[in-house]
């Protein structure tokens, strides 16, 4: 297999012309009302492989079953149904709205589908017309009956064939028999054991003559007979690091009279079925074998796959996925809680679900890097006090220093990839609003002083309001803001980070209005921001080295170009980054206590470990 950074940049240069190779693709979903999931969600799909990660409870399985209920024929009240004990409830109907390119109109189009509740049917999802209230473009149907469009009041649904794999879709028979049924003892057989040993010889029968029909007490017991490709014996070897010669799946009721699976596997000189093979193992057969024979294009969706699998073959059964999405152009579909699954895949494949703790309402973050999504979800961090930086140059002057100046003190010191504006979109606006004992220390070309424009805003507005007076350390002073100047909090935090959109949640709860709500949230974030977020003392780490090593040279692009040319030549050669990096940490050691850059690093710490 093919590391996944070469099978990332393959499947990208796939993505040319506006997903032409995997149309039918689904663009995004969006959810009016659904479920838990925050009304108005929408998710764009920018990377044919999509994983949505997030703790317990955050309606990762119903979002995948949403998109299962997205082509024309599934329903997705085939799983999710009301019953007397667990009621679908809700004044407004639930729904889902999907995007998709219709080919003969040669744009993107929306569908809605929602749950109708027919009297023999109350949990039936049928599409509907365009609604304006959900922000749906009116159907013309001159114009689509003009580009092929069969219906007459709404586009057509995407044609795309399903494969959906739950992470409760397979019960072996032997389990079944011997875990779920009720065993009832006879003359004969006086155990569970006794009665798997007597029907497995009737099985071996048909195991070994490959009999794809036998009548057992005038019921046919088998539907299924097949032996699994050499291709995929192949690659389930490399998988799961084991070298299997023959694997073959029966569907059979000999054990019980619900038809179950039995998997026989040949491994080197052993043989055995499921009932000796890990659960792991039995589903990655499973899943594989349902994967390899998916028509191209499909629409796959395989929830939480790493369960019972050992990192090691999580890892390869990802890059598989993103293998046959490059073979057969599938558009894919995975929840996890797995850091190995989704290492290094790119931003846009990553969605983060989050409980929102306002209204215990589902968000969605998108594009989210990997290492970010697992220290949201608790991953990396713990209770004590954490430090996050940009970058691991960065990381490692600061843990330097840490040393230097603490000994033997315990301060995890991590960099988040992705870039200053998104580490505060995604993580600072996150730890102010859950209040955590959590510091970040951002490279000097973030830390803004906008006292001129904010001061000509307020001007404007006719104000005698001194920005001046409110700042210390060029820090906005959250407690020293006037009530009155509520409604330019908003505006006051774009200006001091110099970040536009941040997201921010607020909902009306415990008695208070949304307004209220809103003002306590954006307070907090300007009170974190000046207690919890700090900046090295030069727009770049490289920059702040130097200065700090008594050397005086241009603009930011000769910092790093310096690096690369001194450690490129102590090595006699062109260096690659791993050797500048290694040549960057030899400088950092060393650096002398008193230097310019420990110095900052002296006040930063004295106001994080106040």
Request: glycine fraction near 4%; charged fraction near 30%.
């Amino acid at each position: 297999m093919s590391n996944v950074a070469e099978l990332i940049e393959k499947i990208k240069g796939t993505l040319c012309d506006d997903f032409r190779l995997y149309e039918p693709y689904i663009r995004h979903i969006r959810f009016p009302h659904y479920k838990s999931v925050v009304d108005g969600t929408k998710i764009d799909f920018d990377f044919p492989l999509t994983v949505f990660v997030g703790e317990n409870g955050t309606n990762k399985t119903s979002i995948l079953l949403a998109l299962y209920g997205c082509p024309d024929g599934c329903n997705i009240g085939n799983y999710w149904f009301s019953t007397v004990i667990d009621k679908v409830t809700g004044s407004e109907r639930h729904c889902i709205i999907y995007g998709y390119k219709h080919l003969g109109a040669n744009k993107k189009v929306e569908v809605l589908k929602s749950r109708i509740g027919f009297k023999k049917n109350p949990d039936y999802w049928e599409p509907s017309r365009s609604l304006k209230k959900y922000d749906m473009e009116p159907y013309d149907p001159s114009f689509g009956k003009s580009v092929g469009n069969k219906n007459n009041t709404r586009w057509d649904g995407i044609v795309k064939n399903d494969v959906y794999m739950h992470c409760k879709d397979f019960l072996p028979a032997f389990d079944l028999m011997f875990y779920h049924s009720h065993f009832n003892t006879t003359a004969r057989i006086k155990s569970r054991q006794e009665f798997i040993r007597s029907r497995s010889k009737i099985l071996n029968r048909v195991i070994k003559g490959k009999l794809s029909v036998y009548e057992f007490y005038g019921k046919q017991r088998i539907r299924i007979n097949i032996q699994l490709s050499n291709e995929s014996c192949k690659i389930l070897s490399e998988i799961m690091g084991k070298n299997y010669r023959e694997i073959r799946i029966v569907e059979h009721s000999l054990y019980t009279n619900k038809h179950a699976k039995t998997i026989l596997i040949k491994e080197g000189d052993l043989e055995y079925t499921e009932a000796f093979a890990g659960s792991g193992e039995s589903r990655i057969i499973m899943l594989i074998n349902s994967i390899l024979n998916a028509p191209a294009k499909s629409l796959i969706l395989i929830d939480e796959p790493e369960i019972s699998l050992h990192p090691a073959a999580q890892k390869r059964f990802r890059d598989f996925v993103l293998e046959q999405i490059i073979k057969k152009k599938h558009q894919v579909f995975v929840t996890t809680h797995s850091p190995t699954m989704i290492a290094d895949l790119p931003e846009e494949a990553i969605k983060l679900l989050r409980i929102r703790k306002t209204d215990k309402k589902i968000e969605v973050l998108p594009d989210v890097h990997w290492k970010s999504a697992f220290i949201e979800l608790g991953h990396e961090e713990s209770e004590s006090t954490v430090i996050y930086v940009e970058d691991k140059l960065s990381q490692k002057i600061i843990e330097k220093y840490i040393l230097r100046k603490y000994n033997n003190m315990i301060l995890p010191v991590s960099y988040l990839p992705g870039g200053a504006e998104s580490i505060i979109k995604q993580h600072v606006s996150i730890a102010a609003a859950e209040k955590r004992n959590t510091f970040f220390i951002l490279d000097g070309d973030k830390n803004y002083y906008p006292y001129e424009d904010l001061q000509s805003y307020f001007d404007d507005l006719k104000t005698n309001f001194n920005i001046e007076a409110i700042t210390n350390l060029r820090k906005i002073q959250e407690n020293q803001i006037p009530t009155c100047y509520n409604n330019q909090l908003q505006y006051i935090i774009e200006k001091m980070t110099n970040v536009s959109k941040i997201q921010f949640s607020y909902d009306g709860y415990q008695g208070k209005s949304d307004q209220e709500q809103k003002v306590e949230v954006l307070r907090n974030f300007i009170k974190f921001w000046e207690n919890n977020v700090w900046f090295l003392p030069c727009k770049t780490p490289e920059e702040a080295l130097l200065r700090s090593m008594n050397i005086e040279i241009g603009n930011e692009a000769d910092f790093k170009k310096y690096f690369q040319e001194k450690a490129s030549e102590e090595l006699g050669e062109e260096a690659d980054s791993e050797y500048i990096f290694n040549f960057q940490r030899r400088c950092i050691n060393k650096l002398e206590d008193d230097c310019e850059l420990f110095k900052h690093l002296n006040a930063v710490f004295a106001n994080i470990l106040d």
